[in-house]
């Protein structure tokens, strides 16, 4: 098929590689031209704006850093919806708001052009390998015409429900993960200040009823544990701007989280303290400093 893709960054550019071993024709668009050389040299085409990397696609993919910049692709100027073509398919696979995908999805259909919202889940690595979760929102008559393509990207490609669903999947997915981020950082700082080594209360979790999961074995002794914050698998800006989607989704609702509120004002502080840049699990350092004890290994 035709694809125009939008965003070569962390996750679009693997994405966009992939979908291209997939055998489709890509034209691609980034604020940064060198950032497509891979995908040149491979054969995609270049466009020198998102409009003029849709205008012949069959689907238009865009994976942005969040709701400003998919509004100004999609609804601005020189935007989407007024280069796509009737009947062709345009899918957000960034993780951003269900209230902005269901306007565009209502804009764009005065257009005949069907939206999809396609959130990813997976991390860099998961898009390099082409491993990702893909939360699928929109027709299910859309999501299967365009699942082919998906499934170059992710091998657990699943329809969520209507439009914006699949938004809503990836908030609540996303919030589950930021914030207990930050429980675990209570507790291991409580630990380590009340004498016992964080290797010692790591195998403790490990093996009791919290389970096997990729905060306990893979961030805490890996990351957390020697300090490696600038080894970036999620970034913290990135963190901040899917938990505050999630806490701005709670209040359209009328929904109380007063956990979500506490962990995202951790968030802002590591922010402030300009920490936007390195991995998000740095915030276990604002948790760090109100303890008075650093959870690092001895090794």
Not at 204 to 224: E, T
Request: proline share 3%.
């Amino acid at each position: 098929m035709r694809i125009g893709f939008i965003g070569l960054g962390n996750m679009g550019g693997s994405m966009a590689l992939n979908i291209m071993k997939a055998g489709h024709q890509v034209t691609v668009h980034d604020i940064r031209r060198e950032i497509a050389e891979p995908h040149l040299a491979g054969g995609a085409k270049w466009a020198d704006s998102a409009a003029a990397a849709a205008r012949d696609a069959e689907i238009v993919f865009t994976s942005l850093p969040g709701p400003k910049e998919i509004a100004a692709i999609t609804l601005g100027e020189g935007g989407l919806i007024g280069a796509m073509k009737p009947g062709t398919i345009y899918a957000d696979l960034s993780t951003s708001s269900p209230t902005l995908i269901r306007e565009i999805h209502a804009a764009f259909k005065g257009k005949g052009i069907r939206v999809l919202d396609s959130p990813v889940s997976g991390g860099v690595v998961g898009a390099r390998k082409a491993t990702l979760a893909v939360m699928v929102g929109g027709s299910e008559a859309d999501y299967n015409e365009i699942k082919p393509v998906l499934d170059a990207i992710g091998d657990k490609v699943t329809y969520i429900g209507e439009i914006g669903s699949g938004a809503v999947a990836k908030l609540v997915h996303n919030m589950i993960a930021i914030c207990s981020t930050q429980l675990l950082a209570e507790a291991f700082t409580m630990g380590v200040r009340a004498g016992v080594s964080p290797e010692a209360l790591l195998k403790a979790v490990q093996g009791g009823a919290y389970g096997q999961g990729m905060l306990v074995n893979a961030s805490l002794p890996k990351m957390i544990f020697k300090g490696t914050f600038d080894r970036v698998t999620f970034a913290l800006k990135l963190a901040r701007k899917d938990l505050g989607l999630a806490t701005e989704l709670a209040r359209e609702v009328g929904v109380a989280m007063p956990i979500a509120a506490l962990v995202e004002q951790d968030f802002l502080e590591a922010l402030v303290r300009g920490w936007g840049e390195k991995d998000s699990s740095a915030t276990w350092m604002v948790q760090e400093e109100r303890a008075g004890v650093k959870v690092r290994s001895s090794s």
